[in-house]
């Protein structure tokens, strides 16, 4: 199966990603889930994607907060033996995640600049 389709189960919570992914079936073999499905049960269809449907997982998160804390909470996210994980590109959060991460097959993706910015937004800032 071809890995390079990744398919956003951007929908409103668990249960409807899960019907999404069940009929698209056998054709897809890669998902997103982002944050905005976090509060959804998006962590256990996560879960439920990768062990019991085989499928790989992309968890678009974007973690950033003091090394401490992101290091700790990838940590907990790589227990769930998912794909990739996106962190905020600053250098302390990548080496943060890196550490969480130590040990396990899950790789860090650092996300350098948001899709929703334009030109005038990165020349104000």
């Not at 019991?52 to 997982?57: A, F, L, N, T, V």
């Not at 003091?66 to 905020?88: K, N, P």
């Amino acid at each position: 199966m071809d890995d390079r389709l990744i398919v956003a189960l951007d929908v409103p919570n668990a249960l409807v990603g899960l019907e999404l992914a069940e009929k698209i079936g056998d054709a897809v073999n890669f998902y997103k889930i982002g944050l905005g499905m976090l509060t959804g049960g998006g962590l256990a269809l996560a879960n439920e994607l990768k062990q019991e449907h085989g499928k790989r997982i992309f968890l678009d998160m974007k973690f950033f907060d003091i090394g401490a804390t992101v290091e700790s909470a990838v940590r907990g996210i790589a227990q769930y033996d998912l794909d990739f994980l996106t962190v905020h590109g600053d250098p302390h959060v990548v080496r943060a995640a890196k550490q969480g991460a130590s040990g396990k097959d899950l790789k860090i993706l650092a996300v350098t600049i948001l899709t929703s910015l334009d030109r005038a937004d990165l020349d104000a800032g």
